[in-house]
């Protein structure tokens, strides 16, 4: 079966860190930018960051730069996103996705939730 | 950045209507938008990419158009399945992409 697989997700102080992987299965990360989606409770869903296939680019949304990081590693088949200084705000149920679209996410992972609380 | 506004944010229809779900880009987007569909947790499924292609597997009632930087998702003879909420995703550059609000339809 295609799919992405996820872990790394938990509870975590504000301030800390966490790192999400993603890991494909079935399949061969797609030559196509790979994306971090996330989606607070209740609400809608919120671009994260994206990857070129080498790595050599990286794109983030304004409220995770320089605190947030995303690498691939292509001999592994997995994404990862390093989370660090995290806020409140980044409560979330993040999704990785792509699968070779030109951006259309046509795969996705099965959501992994990040609660950051005191 | 590229703004996505969509609308209605919640819709209820009855089984066999024709429903349909706009998308307003705030400046060209050159046809990059993908509609996805999501139900309780779960992750979103890709309905439509390019504007108007349609995914494999995906039934032929939904269908996606533009006109101009509207863009439509319709879905042509609703179905008690199609009981979940629906999003507009534009990737015209990937320094940044943007979804709209979501739609959320409920079958009457």
């Known amino acids: 079966e295609v799919q992405l697989v996820q872990s790394g997700g938990g509870l975590v102080l504000p301030g800390g860190s966490l790192r999400l992987s993603c890991t494909a299965s079935?399949?061969?990360?797609?030559?196509?930018?790979m994306t971090w989606v996330r989606q607070t409770p209740g609400e809608g869903l919120e671009w994260v960051a994206n990857?070129?296939?080498?790595?050599?680019?990286?794109f983030y949304v304004n409220s995770v730069k320089g605190r947030f990081s995303i690498s691939r590693d292509n001999t592994k088949n997995s994404l990862y996103l390093q989370m660090n200084s995290l806020r409140a705000e980044d409560t979330a149920v993040y999704y990785c996705?792509?699968?070779?679209?030109?951006?259309?996410?046509?795969?996705w992972g099965q959501g992994t939730k990040v609660i950051v609380s005191s | 950045d590229i703004q996505v506004t969509q609308s209605p944010s919640t819709l209820s229809a009855s089984v066999g209507d024709r429903v349909t779900i706009t998308c307003r880009a705030s400046q060209n987007i050159n046809s990059w938008l993908a509609w996805y569909q999501q139900k309780p947790g779960k992750a979103p499924k890709l309905l439509i990419s390019?504007?108007?292609t349609l995914e494999s597997g995906v039934p032929s009632r939904f269908s996606g158009s533009e006109s101009g930087t509207d863009f439509t998702l319709t879905i042509g003879s609703l179905q008690p399945d199609d009981s979940a909420t629906y999003y507009c995703?534009?990737?015209?550059?990937?320094?940044?992409?943007?979804f709209g609000q979501g739609t959320r339809l409920e079958i009457k």
């Open positions: 079935g399949f061969t990360l797609p030559n196509d930018y």
């Open positions: 995703h534009q990737y015209n550059s990937y320094s940044s992409y943007t």
């Open positions: 996705g792509g699968g070779g679209k030109l951006g259309a996410l046509d795969i």
């Open positions: 390019k504007t108007s």
């Open positions: 990857i070129k296939p080498d790595g050599s680019e990286k």
